[in-house]
């Protein structure tokens, strides 16, 4: 399977700011999704990004607020703009390769 | 709209006891499904698939069992150990569903020592 490196784990930031998060793949890969766990819950997917085409987002979210960037098969980025304390949140970027879906380690983001 | 649900919020085993984590799922289109484990801090990690077309499937220490006709999906831990101490959330996904997964509520296993 894959092997994801995603940074960074865990930030905190002031209302307002922005963070990027950057998920880096040691293999090429055609699909990479975007999720967000909030505390205690399960993951909601926020936006599929394939190479070479704008990101595909969920209900809820929006281009905005969570611009994403795919310049390689190898490499994605998901910014959390214009941050609130809702924000709060595990990030967690995720691929798929020979039919099998690996995750990163997530990052921990605590908006103040 | 289409959910995959766990009956059980929490669990809490004895060490050594075999754990069974239920899963329903309502879209009967769904052909793969799969288990995984998050521990504290760590995304989560793939523990075992299981596709439409097949009823039962095991690992080490893991069988899934697939339930089509009232879409029940379970995952079986044998002897279960500390170390399996973890959330775990099932998924489906449907061919040509631009592989999304649809993510059940997630499970918390607790073993006790």
């Known amino acids: 399977s894959a092997v994801i490196s995603q940074k960074p784990s865990r930030d905190i930031c002031q209302r307002g700011t922005s963070l990027t998060i950057q998920c880096q793949v040691d293999s090429q890969v055609t699909m990479m999704f975007w999720y967000r766990q909030q505390p205690g819950q399960s993951l909601t997917l926020i936006a599929t990004?394939?190479?070479?085409?704008?990101?595909?987002?969920e209900s809820g979210f929006v281009i905005d607020k969570f611009p994403i960037s795919r310049p390689n098969l190898t490499f994605s980025t998901l910014t959390v703009s214009n941050m609130s304390p809702e924000d709060s949140s595990i990030y967690l970027c995720s691929v798929v390769r020979g039919g099998g879906y690996t995750f990163g380690s997530g990052t921990r983001l605590t908006v103040v | 709209g289409e959910s995959v649900g766990l009956h059980l919020p929490t669990l809490s085993v004895q060490e050594g006891d075999n754990s069974i984590i239920n899963c329903a799922y309502s879209?009967?289109?769904?052909?793969?499904f799969i288990w995984y484990k998050q521990e504290s801090g760590k995304g989560p990690q793939f523990i075992i698939d299981?596709?439409?077309n097949m009823d039962k499937r095991q690992g080490q220490r893991v069988t899934v069992l697939l339930n089509k006709t009232v879409k029940h999906l379970s995952l079986q831990i044998a002897a279960t150990q500390p170390g399996d101490s973890a959330v775990y959330f099932c998924a489906e996904t449907e061919a040509g569903n631009n592989r999304k997964l649809i993510w059940g509520l997630g499970t918390s296993l607790a073993v006790n020592p």
């Open positions: 990004a394939n190479q070479g085409s704008e990101a595909t987002y």
């Open positions: 879209n009967s289109a769904s052909d793969y």
């Open positions: 299981i596709r439409s």
